[in-house]
């Protein structure tokens, strides 16, 4: 149901009207989360369908604040008062920096695949969005090996952590500044969709 904004293209646009694109794209990105909100609270999507969209609006909010932050706007508060933007829910979310079933879940294996969903969608969209260098990847990917180490109930010879421990040990020979280049991030993204995948096939057997 919720997929996300897409990113807005601004090859050859002028800087002024580039600037109301970027506006418009972190406003759509806020009303889409705050709706997402609603429709968790009123049962309309699953958990675990929510943990992913609500994992890749964060990504997409920081992406588009990025784009819009100035003097005039520091803040997304300051944003939501130049526009009249009315979305609590969706700003509770932003400042605890991460979906509410993360937070509220008391069960660890639950906790562990909210954790493991919500990883694997952020390092995804990362690599999307062109955030490629070693040192804004490599944290969220450790962090999805560790949560998976943790998850007793996956098999040791599971496909999906053996393609990120892959490709943790290929980012631990870079250094920090280092980007990964169009065929890796293509690459990863491929491993990291099928690891998603068979994890996901994994909950259903």
């Not at 090859?11 to 909100?37: H, I, S």
């Not at 969706?90 to 991460?98: G, Q, S, T, V």
């Not at 040990?169 to 920090?176: D, N, R, V």
Request: proline letters at 5%.
């Amino acid at each position: 149901m919720f997929h996300g904004i897409p990113a807005t293209p601004g090859v050859g646009a002028d800087p002024p009207l580039f600037r109301y694109d970027n506006m418009a794209e972190l406003f759509a990105v806020m009303k889409t989360m705050q709706a997402l909100e609603k429709a968790y609270i009123k049962d309309c999507v699953t958990p675990n369908e929510y943990t992913a969209a609500c994992s890749r609006l964060l990504v997409q909010y920081k992406a588009a604040f990025k784009q819009v932050q100035s003097l005039e706007i520091n803040s997304i508060d300051d944003f939501c008062r130049k526009f009249r933007l009315d979305c609590p829910l969706a700003m509770e979310r932003i400042k605890e920096d991460r979906p509410i079933t993360i937070k509220d879940d008391k069960g660890n294996l639950n906790r562990c695949i909210a954790d493991i969903v919500s990883l694997f969608i952020t390092v995804m969209d990362k690599l999307r969005l062109e955030i490629r260098a070693m040192d804004e990847i490599q944290p969220d990917l450790r962090e999805l090996m560790e949560t998976m180490n943790r998850m007793s109930h996956l098999p040791p010879d599971f496909e999906g952590r053996q393609k990120v421990s892959q490709w943790l040990q290929t980012l631990s020979g870079m250094s920090a500044s280092d980007e990964l280049d169009d065929s890796q991030v293509r690459q990863m993204l491929f491993d990291l969709e099928s690891a998603y995948n068979a994890f996901n096939r994994f909950l259903h057997s």
